[in-house]
């Protein structure tokens, strides 16, 4: 009787593995390097002891690469990690004049990504959410250094991603990110004296292609 039991466990365990083995694996791993344009959509920048509705800066619509990678930990669920760089001048708001200043943008984000349709099928939707850190560094166009100390705000990021099988492990990618976050920067004053500008909320639009690498599933 023991030699039985033994034998139908044994067979269960064989028949069970040997299913799970034609399982599909619904862990995958994908690189995607992009690249495209970023549109900030507010007054960036305020500097101490200046008017509020004539003098805030903006930055210029600007061009942005960077890559993402993305661990999908089910058919639906995936965790993403994101780096972009780019960088514009900033103009004067009232007067769309050129400020002299350009500053270069970093941004490192962390999303979790909800698949409406999977990334195994012909094209995919996904939808996105998480942290966002955007650093910015100044520059004088006159090589002077800057009077703006570089700074890192931390805000939140939602988009989604559309995506188009071009072969087996291939695919385009479109993806629309916004980034919500409050920037201020500490300001260099006569005298040597640092003060902090007005802390204004950004909201910046950007827009990649991408293609998509799976390098495990897809």
Request: proline share 4%; charged share 15%.
């Amino acid at each position: 009787m023991g030699r039985i039991r033994i034998a139908i466990i044994a067979g269960w365990l064989g028949w069970g593995s040997a299913l799970a083995a034609q399982q599909p694996s619904s862990i995958s791993v994908a690189v995607t390097p992009f690249f495209g344009l970023t549109s900030p959509g507010r007054d960036l920048l305020l500097r101490p002891g200046l008017n509020v509705l004539r003098d805030p800066e903006s930055q210029a619509l600007f061009g942005v690469v960077g890559a993402r990678l993305t661990v999908g930990v089910s058919g639906r669920f995936a965790v993403e990690a994101d780096i972009g760089l780019g960088k514009s001048g900033l103009k004067v708001s009232s007067l769309s004049a050129p400020s002299g200043t350009e500053a270069k943008v970093s941004t490192l984000s962390g999303r979790l990504v909800y698949r409406i349709r999977p990334t195994s099928e012909p094209s995919w939707i996904t939808l996105h959410a998480g942290i966002v850190s955007v650093h910015r560094s100044f520059s004088e166009n006159s090589g002077v250094p800057s009077l703006i100390g570089d700074g890192t705000n931390v805000g939140g990021v939602f988009g989604a991603t559309v995506g188009f099988r071009l072969a087996n492990r291939a695919a385009l990618t479109i993806t629309a990110d916004d980034f919500l976050y409050n920037a201020s920067f500490d300001v260099l004053q006569a005298g040597g004296t640092k003060s902090r500008s007005l802390s204004l909320t950004q909201n910046d639009i950007r827009v990649t292609i991408g293609i998509r690498i799976a390098v495990v599933g897809r």
